[in-house]
């Protein structure tokens, strides 16, 4: 971890050395993606003893695991789903197909890895789960992958204890309508045990939002 640590940090006062050369050898300046994007100036890194402490603190910090890591670390292990339904369309009743999700943690308990397999429309589903807790935004953060598509699926969202929902939202890449469009995901955790995936997503008429898959999940003995 330290060695991690220690490659990082020398690596960002490299990057903060090169900053300062920002321009090509007929002197005009290289045009970045943070040019275009960024709105916030980027401080300096620190040059002096007690600033590089304070900004290797703060990486330390970042890369320990915290309350909210072993919150998610609570659901390692296989989870089944008997009837998962799912809506193409919300005027017709719902396919069902039975799902298992298998839940492990790694990279030092930082991050929760989803592996779940199902059935969509009659074919074998296979999707990869990613998620962790952001402790500088504060934000759980998640990325997803399947075989149903090529793109990646990225959510952010939050904790709340007293519904015990971890709600997240983001984007995904929508072929038919070659755009993306929002999808949402609730995570309900019950009193005995299991908890309730709810998906959704831009309806058909491309105002509404429309739940598209659902199901609860219990933990397999």
């Given at each position: 971890m330290k060695q991690r640590l220690l490659f990082i940090f020398t690596a960002t006062l490299f990057l903060a050395a090169c900053g300062g050369n920002d321009k090509k050898e007929d002197g005009t300046k290289y045009v970045t993606t943070?040019?275009?994007?960024?709105?916030?100036?980027?401080?300096?890194?620190?040059?002096?003893?007690?600033?590089?402490?304070?900004?290797?603190?703060?990486?330390?910090?970042?890369a320990t695991p915290g309350p909210?890591?072993?919150?998610?670390?609570?659901?390692?292990?296989?989870?089944?789903?008997?009837?998962?339904?799912?809506?193409?369309?919300?005027?017709?009743?719902?396919?069902?197909?039975?799902?298992?999700?298998v839940v492990t943690m790694t990279m030092?308990?930082?991050?929760?890895?989803?592996?779940?397999?199902?059935?969509?429309?009659?074919?074998?589903?296979?999707?990869?789960?990613?998620?962790?807790y952001d402790k500088m935004k504060k934000k759980f953060v998640l990325s997803w992958i399947d075989n149903m598509g090529s793109g990646i699926v990225r959510m952010e969202g939050d904790y709340n204890?007293?519904?015990?929902?971890?709600?997240?939202?983001?984007?995904?890449?929508?072929?038919?309508?070659?755009?993306?469009?929002?999808?949402?995901?609730?995570?309900k955790f019950h009193d005995d045990g299991t908890y309730t995936m709810s998906m959704y997503?831009?309806?058909h008429d491309g105002k509404s939002e429309q739940k598209f898959m659902e199901g609860t999940f219990r933990r397999k003995k």
């Open positions: 943070s040019d275009k994007t960024s709105t916030a100036e980027i401080p300096p890194a620190p040059t002096d003893s007690a600033g590089m402490a304070a900004m290797m603190k703060a990486w330390q910090d970042f909210e890591h072993a919150w998610m670390a609570e659901s390692a292990g296989t989870w089944v789903c008997d009837s998962v339904k799912q809506w193409m369309d919300p005027s017709q009743p719902p396919s069902t197909a039975s799902a298992t999700d030092n308990g930082l991050y929760q890895v989803t592996d779940f397999s199902s059935t969509m429309m009659g074919a074998p589903m296979q999707g990869h789960g990613l998620m962790g204890k007293s519904t015990k929902t971890l709600s997240m939202s983001g984007k995904q890449s929508d072929p038919g309508r070659n755009m993306e469009t929002d999808i949402r995901q609730e995570l997503g831009t309806g």
